[in-house]
C-alpha cells in the first residue's frame, strides 16, 4: 500500500491548543484584586494568547466553567486527540482529605488514568503536582504547579498566569 506520508503528518507543526478553565471570568478575574488593589501581575489576556497562538500558526479553543462545552468527557476527547495540546485551571478534586484528580463541577471529577496522545498537557489547580502524573502516566510532557502554602490552598492567578505563561513559551518556541 503506497501511502502519502503528507496525509499523515503535519508539516508545519500546526497544534489545537485546548483551554479549560474551571472559573467564571469574573471570579478569575476578581482573584487579581487584593485588598482592593490590582497585583502588579497582568490578569493573562487569554484573547490575546489566542491571537499570537493564530500567528504562530496555531489555535486556541477556550473552554470556561458556565458554558455547555466545559466538560469531562470534552476534556477526554481533547487528550485523545493528535497534534492537540490540553491545559486545565480550576479546582482540585479531594477526597479523605487528598488531592486526588481534576473537579469539573458538583459530582463531575476526573480522578482515574487517561492515556493521552497529546504531546503537552496542563494542570493547573491546588497541589496538581501530586496527582497529575498519576493521571497522566504516559503524558510525554505534564505541566502542574506546587502549592505554595504547604496545604494544598494556592491563589488562581498564581496558577492562571502560570499556565498563561507555559502557554505562550510553547507558542513561541519552535518545539
Not at 11 to 37: H, M, R, S, V
Not at 43 to 63: C, D, M, R, V
Not at 152 to 174: M, P, Q, V
Request: with cysteine; charged share 25%.
Amino acid at each position: 500500500m503506497n501511502m502519502n506520508p503528507v496525509n499523515f503528518v503535519d508539516p508545519w507543526g500546526e497544534k489545537t491548543i485546548n483551554l479549560f478553565i474551571g472559573f467564571y471570568e469574573n471570579e478569575e478575574q476578581a482573584c487579581f484584586k487584593i485588598d482592593n488593589f490590582i497585583k502588579r501581575i497582568d490578569y493573562p489576556k487569554w484573547k490575546e494568547l489566542q491571537t499570537l497562538a493564530l500567528s504562530k500558526g496555531h489555535t486556541i479553543n477556550i473552554f470556561r466553567k458556565g458554558d455547555s462545552a466545559f466538560s469531562k468527557e470534552r476534556f477526554d476527547n481533547s487528550l485523545k486527540t493528535d497534534d492537540t495540546w490540553t491545559f486545565y485551571i480550576g479546582h482540585s478534586n479531594r477526597y479523605e482529605g487528598k488531592y486526588v484528580g481534576i473537579a469539573f463541577g458538583e459530582g463531575s471529577y476526573l480522578t482515574k488514568i487517561r492515556t493521552t496522545t497529546n504531546e503537552y498537557v496542563g494542570v493547573f489547580g491546588c497541589s496538581s503536582s501530586i496527582y497529575a502524573k498519576k493521571i497522566f502516566p504516559k503524558a510525554k510532557w505534564i505541566f502542574s504547579i506546587k502549592d505554595t502554602d504547604g496545604n494544598g490552598k494556592i491563589r488562581l492567578y498564581k496558577a492562571s498566569y502560570a499556565a498563561y505563561n507555559i502557554l505562550k513559551y510553547l507558542i513561541t518556541t519552535d518545539r
